[in-house]
């Protein structure tokens, strides 16, 4: 074979691979190699579900906030009651109906009605809190009645509805936050 056959065979052989490389170099890795790990797993949509419940609930309901401090003369109320949602998740949690098999026993509560009322409303005396400070307790206790109508439907053995149109549930909840207690520095002020 020529010298000329042989540059000629070199030169194809690396268009080739040029051309069918996706950027990649083989036998470099640019990450850790997790193995059959690496694989992704479709989750069943119950799970997902869950997990995004949780979520949604410790952003918006399972944390206490640190508000100012509580200003002689201005109300001391407080003015937060609990939305909709953080009532309808807190009913779910204490009696789920979610699920059911379809066709065999299903649950549905329609024309739901919330009423809140404030039971409690009352702040603690001014105590030291590891990694916050000085504070001072407020809660807020709230009773909710939910109205509903509760339809059953069950479909084996003998396919029937069962209808309660005047199906009500208490739940309570309560709504605590802490306030700063006397000459608060935020370090918003200071200047560099």
């Not at 080739?16 to 997790?34: D, E, F, N």
């Not at 939305?83 to 024309?111: M, Y």
């Not at 209808?163 to 700063?180: A, K, L, P």
Request: proline residues 10%; glycine residues 8%; charged residues 20%.
């Amino acid at each position: 074979m020529s010298h000329r056959m042989v540059i000629a065979t070199l030169g194809l052989l690396l268009a080739a691979a040029s051309l069918s490389s996706t950027g990649c170099m083989i036998g470099l890795k640019a990450g850790p190699h997790l193995g059959p790990l690496g694989i992704p797993v479709p989750i069943s949509p119950y799970f997902q579900k869950k997990e995004e419940d949780q979520f949604w609930a410790h952003e918006r309901y399972d944390r206490a906030p640190i508000l100012g401090p509580l200003v002689p003369g201005a109300p001391t109320e407080a003015l937060d009651p609990p939305s909709d949602d953080e009532v309808v998740r807190a009913w779910e949690k204490a009696n789920p109906v979610q699920g059911g098999l379809p066709f065999l026993h299903e649950i549905q509560r329609n024309n739901v009605r919330i009423v809140t009322e404030k039971i409690a409303d009352y702040i603690d005396p001014p105590r030291v809190v590891p990694l916050i400070g000085p504070v001072q307790l407020h809660h807020a206790h709230y009773k909710c009645t939910i109205y509903y109508t509760e339809v059953t439907r069950v479909g084996w053995p003998v396919p029937h509805t069962l209808t309660d149109e005047d199906s009500q549930e208490v739940i309570y909840i309560d709504h605590n936050h802490f306030h700063m207690v006397g000459n608060v520095d935020t370090g918003a002020g200071a200047g560099f």
